[in-house]
């Protein structure tokens, strides 16, 4: 401990040191974690929450709020969601909603980057964050086609409760780059098999 978090500690009664990483990993999901995801996201109530998302998602542009609440994300070079938990919602299914959405945008021409868990603990708090990010795939030519820009899926745990789910596309602004397709035309994408149902 430096002599500066020793003279904090007394004053304040607090280290001044920062959140403490219990976990760093990548994520690696077990077999009977994806037969259950198979399972599950075939299931009629797992298909009634992803269409609720979806309508939420499409009342929250209109400033109507309803459950699942649904949180719009909009900045000049960033767009994108984010999915508020609430009690009605199954754990597990909450979590497979994540990895859902991940598998949704790789069946565009998109790869995943990397998957990975961080959990850290701060002011007895112990906060878990899993993120599957995407790229688009660099096809030949002199411009890039980046689609709707790099993916971040975001699923954030406070004490063991499910928090939030964020999806974000972020674009790039560069001239080698071809302008990134809107927004709303990928989430319509990836709960468009659900809405023709």
């Known amino acids: 401990m430096s002599y ?8 304040f009664g607090k280290s001044s040191e920062g959140p403490k990483i219990l ?5 690696d ?8 995801y198979d399972e599950r996201t075939q ?4 298909k009634s929450l992803a269409k609720d998302v979806y309508s939420s998602y499409l009342l ?20 994108g969601f984010a999915i508020s938990y609430h009690e009605e919602i199954e754990v597990p299914d909450f979590q497979f909603l994540f990895d859902w959405l991940m598998k949704r945008t790789g069946s565009l021409n998109y790869k995943l980057a990397n998957s990975d868990l961080l959990v850290v603990e701060k002011n007895a ?4 964050k899993e993120k599957h990010y995407l ?16 993916i971040l899926i975001e699923h954030i745990a406070i004490n063991d409760v499910p928090s939030y789910i964020k999806y974000t596309a972020n674009i790039y602004s560069d001239r080698k780059y ?11 994408y990836l709960f468009q098999d659900l809405i023709n149902e």
């Open 43 to 46: 299931s009629a109530d797992f």
């Open 4 to 11: 500066f978090d020793q003279v904090y500690k007394q004053l």
């Open 23 to 27: 976990v760093n990993e990548v994520i």
């Open 60 to 79: 929250k542009q209109q400033a109507i709020d309803k459950l699942p609440s649904v949180h719009l994300l909009i900045s000049p070079h960033a767009n």
């Open 125 to 128: 708090v112990i906060e878990s």
């Open 178 to 188: 071809r302008e990134a397709q809107e927004f709303d035309n990928l989430a319509e």
């Open 29 to 36: 999901r077990s077999e009977k974690y994806l037969k259950e």
């Open 135 to 150: 790229k688009p795939r660099v096809g030949i030519g002199k411009i890039i086609d980046q689609q709707y820009g790099n």
